[in-house]
């Protein structure tokens, strides 16, 4: 099917033979260590990962990594990690957590991750639930989490640090570092040379292989449980849908405790043999982005908006000429964007000016984002605003979103690029069937991408896979006749007025969220008059506004204080307004005056407000603007 | 806000291509001493010559008494009562004490004034009267930076800034100077922005407080709250909980609120 669609596309615009599903097996294997281990023989030469170090990339080759992930598994089994047995990665992404990650799978244990802007209570809970033996933490300042938790984690035997800087004084009998642990693993394996082997081998599909907590808006996280049998199968239908091979350089600098990029990034490339590149840390992506300029790019709509705004101010900055040149190439783009969507094909004369239109301007915007040689870009893990997608089309570069969920292994809808519709999620993946509840409109998934349940929750569980195999998503959605899903919100999300009219704050908010001075926004209005909106500005845009316009401020409070960025966020929920029928429209509304950050309750580890927290810690102000 | 005697709307002063602040509004009320903190290359020095009328704001305005100095001549703000204490002293070396206390009070014609004013520095810093003969390049550094104060006061300001008093001192002799400077403050009057490293000194010394970084503030408040902030007590104060391994080095992230 995709083979004939792909033709509608025009040529010269996006060049989408590249894009052709890959069905066969690359690397043979049922389980992750199966796969690792057999890719580590197919490639050993080649290049798998690169890091920064030391304003440096460092390339590791699959030889060098099997031969960490060899002495890390043997570490494990110096201290008597047995099989099925849990351990746990406080980290940012870095390449260390992936040689931990496939040495605790090797060795036939289960492996969980755990975000570094967690607090050491968090750390407490996520160990207890889990039942975490091994910790690996990535230097002192997670260390000192550990530390203050670890009286009350009987089960924690030790804790094995990535770097030592600063740690040179420590003495503890219960934690080492990573050289150490290799060491006492090179001295294992050359006792039991065949360990490893055969816990390898020993491994099943069926076999519990990672925990990955969902960050959870309420309550405390649960642990979604994929067996290994279900990520492998996962990995190859990814294959099917975004296609990579060895020639593909990847960014890897999402968390890894989160499904995308656990899945989508470190999991997919072993499979494929793409190269993970890591962000130096997570301030530097612009930069490291540039650099690496990765031909296929997956991230959440908030680095695609960060980008945008980043053009957006850029763009302000530039010259009268320069603005003229971008207006009309961004407009060409538009157009051609258009035609595609609509599948017209473009006539000569336009694909002409989209040359002299990338020659001026767009192939610029590119290099600035350093999307430059991407073959085409994936969104996911949030909803993005259509605007966003079609503005990355512009520029010439194909968007795919995808649709899915830690409980489906990732995505499980996903636009096929010869056919995108902004808007849309696409159709079921070819790997899992989707459908939507007759009743409710919820929609749900199947197949063996499903994961196993909620680790310790066997009545959460059977709330969430019902009798027949269905994933209740708690996602609302509709599906048109080509087999196109729609989300509409998520099913407690969806307010319905005092007036009785069903409203879907996600869209609100999207439309909103796609203005550079928004980072993120709440809409209220469950059972009110009216809805109003909870709006939390972006702190570097916003005080260039400022600044630009002689509003004075001191600190960020007083900045969100001045009338003039009441003014600028009114004319921005004007605008959204204005593509809303009456009843839908927002009355009112108030900003964050703190600047949030990920160690903030308020904020998910992905950096999105959660809707039920700031409606309970802002409930004075929701209430004052109904009054 | 008939009491705000300088006020900065929006300021931005750049080297070059280099922003040094951008974006600063802040104010200074009759009689107080207000404080400007911040690392090194935050932007405070420029602040002052910016104040000063050393260097000319790209953008802003700048506000003293009620009358617009925005980028007027150096010499012009200081007739309007603002004097500039700069980083590094700069005393004139090869003058005498007593010629730089009078090259202080250059513009000013009362003469009578101008002897009392030279008695009273000499009651707040007596060595200096000790060596009123010497040249002033002959002088300790700590006795350079009194003269350097004691010069800005014969030009008989509203308004002094002071551009780190505390400047490769010892912590005793930095801490007579801080209170003298209270002295000064509270006995004759005169407003003081002081822009310090020294976060403890300036802290106790000042009313009200302005924390830069990068060239733009960050947090404002009285002096009193701003010593109970997590982040200034922890980056600037130099308090903080050791961890549980009691030996913590790394940093928690700043947040300032």
New interface residues.
């Given amino acids: 099917m995709s083979s004939t669609l792909a033709l509608r596309a025009p040529a010269g615009l996006w060049d989408l033979a590249h894009l052709q599903p890959r069905t066969e097996v690359v690397v043979p294997g049922d389980t992750i260590p199966a796969v690792f281990w057999k890719a580590v023989e197919l490639r050993r030469d080649k290049v798998w990962m690169r890091q920064k170090e030391f304003g440096i990339w460092r390339s590791w080759t699959w030889g060098q990594t099997a031969e960490a992930v060899r002495e890390i598994a043997g570490g494990l089994m110096a201290l008597g990690f047995a099989a099925g047995e849990c351990a746990s990665v406080l980290s940012n992404t870095v390449i260390e957590w992936v040689l931990a990650d496939v040495a605790v799978l090797s060795c036939g244990g289960v492996s969980n991750g755990i975000y570094p802007t967690d607090a050491a209570s968090q750390v407490q809970y996520l160990c207890e639930d889990s039942r975490t033996t091994v910790l690996f933490v990535e230097d002192d300042e997670q260390l000192d989490k550990a530390l203050e938790v670890r009286a009350a984690l009987p089960l924690l035997r030790k804790v094995v640090v990535f770097d030592m800087e600063g740690l040179r004084e420590l003495d503890d009998p219960d934690v080492l570092s990573l050289e150490a642990l290799r060491a006492l693993g090179r001295a294992h394996l050359a006792a039991h040379p065949q360990a490893l082997e055969q816990r390898v081998a020993a491994c099943r599909a069926e076999d519990l292989a990672i925990l990955v907590y969902t960050s959870g808006t309420t309550g405390k996280p649960k642990g979604a449980m994929h067996s290994h049998g279900g990520l492998v199968y996962t990995m190859r239908g990814y294959n099917t849908l975004l296609a990579q091979d060895e020639s593909d350089e990847r960014m890897c600098f999402l968390p890894l405790c989160h499904i995308a990029e656990r899945m989508g990034g470190e999991y997919f490339a072993m499979y494929t043999g793409s190269i993970l590149n890591f962000v130096e840390n997570p301030e530097t992506v612009p930069e490291n982005v540039r650099e690496i300029a990765p031909t296929v790019f997956t991230a959440v709509p908030r680095v695609w908006e960060k980008f945008y705004s980043g053009v957006m101010i850029a763009l302000k900055e530039a010259s009268r000429l320069q603005q003229a040149a971008y207006g009309w190439s961004i407009g060409v783009g538009q157009q051609i964007a258009q035609r595609v969507l609509e599948g017209r094909p473009v006539g000569a004369g336009l694909r002409l000016k989209f040359r002299i239109a990338r020659w001026l301007a767009l192939d610029n915007v590119r290099k600035l984002i350093g999307i430059h040689r991407a073959r085409f870009l994936v969104t996911g893990a949030a909803p993005i605003s259509p605007e966003l997608v079609r503005w990355y089309l512009a520029l010439g570069v194909p968007m795919l979103e995808v649709w899915g969920m830690t409980e489906s292994c990732g995505a499980s809808t996903g636009v096929p690029p010869a056919r995108i519709m902004p808007g849309s999620i696409g159709p079921a993946t070819g790997y899992n069937e989707v459908r939507l509840d007759p009743q409710t409109g919820e929609i749900l998934v199947r197949g063996p991408n499903v994961f196993m349940g909620y680790l310790n929750l066997p009545e959460k569980t059977a709330e969430t896979i019902d009798a027949e195999g269905w994933l209740h998503t708690g996602d609302v959605g509709t599906v048109d006749a080509e087999g196109y899903f729609r989300i509409t919100d998520r099913m407690k999300d969806i307010i319905i007025t005092a007036g009785g009219k069903n409203i879907t704050p996600s869209e609100l908010e999207n439309e909103l969220k796609f203005s550079p001075y928004v980072t993120d926004a709440v809409v209220i209005g469950d059972k009110r008059p009216y809805l109003t909106v909870i709006v939390m500005i972006d702190q570097e845009n916003v005080e260039k506004f400022a600044q630009d316009n002689d509003v004075p401020f001191s600190n960020y409070e007083s900045l969100t204080r001045t009338q003039e960025v009441l003014d600028l966020i009114q004319g921005e929920i004007d605008r959204v307004n204005a593509k809303f029928a009456r009843v839908e429209q927002i009355k009112k509304f108030f900003l964050l005056e703190t600047q949030l950050s990920a160690e903030d309750e308020e904020l998910t580890p992905t950096m999105k407000l959660k809707r039920k927290l700031v409606q309970t810690k802002y409930a004075p102000r929701i209430e004052a603007m109904y009054r | 806000m008939s009491d705000v005697v300088l006020q900065l709307?929006?300021v931005?002063s750049a080297y070059g291509p280099i922003k040094a602040i951008?974006?600063v509004?802040?104010q200074v009320r009759q009689g107080e001493i207000a404080t400007v903190l911040g690392s090194n290359g935050a932007g405070k020095t420029t602040i002052l010559k910016t104040i000063s009328g050393i260097i000319d704001p790209r953008?802003?305005s700048i506000e003293f008494q009620g009358r617009d100095i925005t980028a007027r001549d150096p010499a012009h703000i200081v007739q309007q009562g603002l004097s500039h204490v700069p980083e590094g002293r700069e005393v004139f070396p090869l003058l005498s004490v007593r010629d730089n206390l009078l090259m202080g009070a250059y513009t000013r014609q009362d003469r009578d004034g101008v002897a009392r004013d030279i008695e009273t520095v000499f009651g707040y810093f007596p060595i200096l009267r000790e060596r009123a003969a010497q040249d002033a390049g002959l002088l300790s550094g700590g006795q350079q930076q009194m003269l350097a104060i004691s010069r800005a006061i014969m030009a008989a300001p509203q308004l002094i800034l002071l551009d780190e008093p505390s400047l490769g001192l010892s912590p005793k002799l930095t801490k007579e100077i801080f209170e003298i400077v209270v002295r000064i403050n509270r006995e004759r009057g005169t407003t003081i922005l002081l822009v310090e490293q020294n976060a403890n000194m300036a802290l106790n010394a000042a009313d009200h407080g302005?924390v830069l970084e990068n060239g733009?503030?960050?947090?404002?408040d009285s002096c009193e709250r701003l010593r109970e902030k997590e982040d200034i007590k922890e980056f600037y104060l130099g308090v903080k909980d050791e961890?549980?391994?009691g030996?913590?080095?790394?940093k928690k992230?700043k947040?300032?609120?």
């Avoid at chain 2, 733009?216 to 404002?220: K, P």
């Fill in positions: 709307l929006n931005e951008r974006g509004s802040l953008k802003g302005y733009r503030i960050v947090m404002e961890g549980v391994r030996e913590r080095r790394w992230k947040t300032w609120r």
